[in-house]
């Protein structure tokens, strides 16, 4: 434990008793399950031992399932009826608690998924202003509606309104960012949320748990844990579910959406696989797209579905860029998320550094070669990241999502070779392109914005910033997350109509005088 700051020690095992459900945060008393780091609290290493939660069952599962429908009650519950600007209330006061968990939460952030300490707090931060975005977003388009259009003798008020219960699951990789990028414009919109926090990032959700007990009415936020199969399956069976949100695997999505007894009723929100490629030109700056492809690839170790995870390199300099970039990858320091400098760290998942041997071993034995001298070597919780090179088609790490460290790297001679091969590809998120000539760049960013939804010019993917779409095609998402569209992907537009004349006009004139009602309303939202 001398190795370890002070600060970041784990004291003692926390155990998450409580779940959060109609407002309450209840006691369980049932079964638990542990929860391990594959960081080291010893000398001689061991997991650590963080905590334990609750194994939670179908009884759960519609439990909290009732809770959230019962809140929303068709629409005509506290929740969706409230006045835009007192949910953004809510909101501002679960945010400023928030707030005040980020040392407990950034460092199980550390410990649960490994994830570098500035990585740790950045995810934080970033979340945090994630949500005040989300609320400026909000005004601004709660301005922009309230106002009464007129057409072909009819005048109304368009707004948008939620669409029911939201069953959000989140990602192990960004357990609280991207989790609260479907948690919170569910929630503001006006829809009645079930959250299962993801296998790996479990405990971290406990310091927010009296915050969303205190900042919302009772049902609008229900917290659950367990087995997707065991909890998120009853709830979908229930058929109450109006929105599944959920960021992860395609099989765990489609399997979902098949307990889901009216599959036409269900609204998808999903961010699932992608195989990103990056291709350098002849003509590119080699170290520029070096230092990208290295960030790219290797931040938070490759586990991103944003993580450049196949390079096309351009047979005139695939040596030079080979050389250079295994240097590099060797160069990168290895360590635990609290030392300064670190770069790569420990894999949450005590299984992934057999999957990715297993990955190696299949395409050394079809023809590859670890170019890096590092490429490949185990510790008890990491295998270094391998630069694999050549890979042919033959070979598992050319299909499959590694979502770990290892880098699979393909020479061509025609462009057109790297297109076909997004062409033919189950996935469809981004590209990185990488190059100068604005002759051999135009057509092909016209080619390449038809097969993916972002490309990036001379830079690694990404998902931020969070004003732009986030999105993808084919097996890679369906909806688009922004701070802008994922307020509109959980909600609906609904209207007010009326035939324009003396009679409707006085009445519309008096419910806005009154201001009895919520939604007919031209209040201006500062």
């Known amino acids: 434990m001398n190795a370890i700051p002070l600060e970041y020690q784990i004291k003692e095992p926390f155990i998450q008793d409580t779940y959060l459900v109609n407002g ?27 905590g334990s939660i609750p194994a939670m069952g179908e009884a759960e599962g519609n439990e909290v399932t009732n809770a959230a429908f019962e809140a929303y009650d068709n629409g005509q519950g506290l929740w969706p009826t409230m006045k835009v600007i007192d949910r953004i209330k809510c909101m501002q006061d679960f945010v400023t608690q928030m707030k005040a968990t980020r040392t407990e939460v950034v460092k199980l952030l550390m410990w649960e998924i490994g994830k570098s300490l500035a990585d740790s707090e950045k995810e934080f931060d970033r979340t945090v202003d994630y949500i005040y975005d989300t609320i400026e977003d909000y005004k601004e388009l709660d301005r922009t509606n309230a106002r009464f259009t007129k057409s072909q003798g009819i005048n109304a008020m368009v707004r948008r309104g939620p669409l029911g219960v939201v069953l959000c699951l989140g990602p192990y990789n960004y357990p609280l960012n991207e989790t609260f990028a479907l948690l919170i414009p569910a929630i503001i919109m006006g829809n009645t949320v079930i959250f299962k926090p993801a296998k790996h990032g479990v405990l971290l959700i406990s310091p927010l748990l009296e915050a969303f007990k205190s900042s919302f009415p009772k049902g609008v936020v229900n917290i659950v844990y367990g087995r997707g199969r065991d909890v998120a399956s009853p709830v979908m069976k229930s058929g109450k579910v109006a929105v599944l949100a959920l960021i992860g695997n395609s099989k765990s999505a489609i399997a979902l959406q098949d307990q889901h007894p009216n599959k036409n009723r269900l609204r998808l929100v999903l961010g699932l696989e992608a195989k990103n490629p990056a291709i350098i030109l002849p ?24 993580a450049l995870k196949v390079l096309y390199v351009h047979e005139s300099i695939a040596a030079e860029f080979n050389k ?37 071993d299949d395409a050394t034995s079809k023809g590859a070669k670890i170019l890096n001298k590092k490429g490949g070597e185990h510790s008890e919780n990491y295998i270094f990241p391998a630069v694999l090179f050549p890979v042919n088609k033959e070979m598992r790490v050319y299909h499959e999502e590694q979502f770990g460290p290892v880098i699979p790297v393909l020479s061509f001679k025609d462009i057109q070779e790297p297109l076909n091969d997004m062409a033919e590809s189950n996935y469809g998120q981004q590209v990185s392109l990488f190059g100068r000539d604005i002759k051999t760049i135009a057509p092909l960013i016209d080619t390449l914005v038809n097969i993916v939804c972002r490309v990036n010019l001379n830079s690694s993917c990404q998902r931020g910033p969070d004003v732009y779409p986030f999105t993808g095609r084919k097996d890679s998402a369906v909806a688009t997350l922004s701070i802008h569209d994922a307020l509109r992907s959980f909600s609906i537009r609904t209207f007010v109509a ?29």
């Open 324 to 360: 250079r970039f295994s240097e590099k990858v060797d160069a990168l320091p290895f360590g635990n998320p609290w030392e300064k400098g670190v770069f790569l760290t420990p894999l949450p998942e005590k299984d992934k550094p057999a999957y990715i041997q297993e990955l190696i």
């Open 24 to 50: 309450v945060l209840k006691k369980w008393s049932g079964e638990f399950t542990s929860v391990y780091s594959t960081i080291s609290s010893t000398e001689e290493y061991a997991p650590t031992l963080l």
């Open 283 to 306: 003509d590119a700056d080699l170290d520029l797209a070096i230092q990208e492809c290295v960030a790219g690839t290797l931040s938070f170790n490759g586990q991103r579905c944003t």
């Open 498 to 526: 009326s035939k324009d004349n003396a009679y409707n006009n006085e009445i519309l004139q008096a419910l806005l005088n009154s201001k009895e009602s919520n939604f007919i309303t031209t209040d201006y939202i500062l």
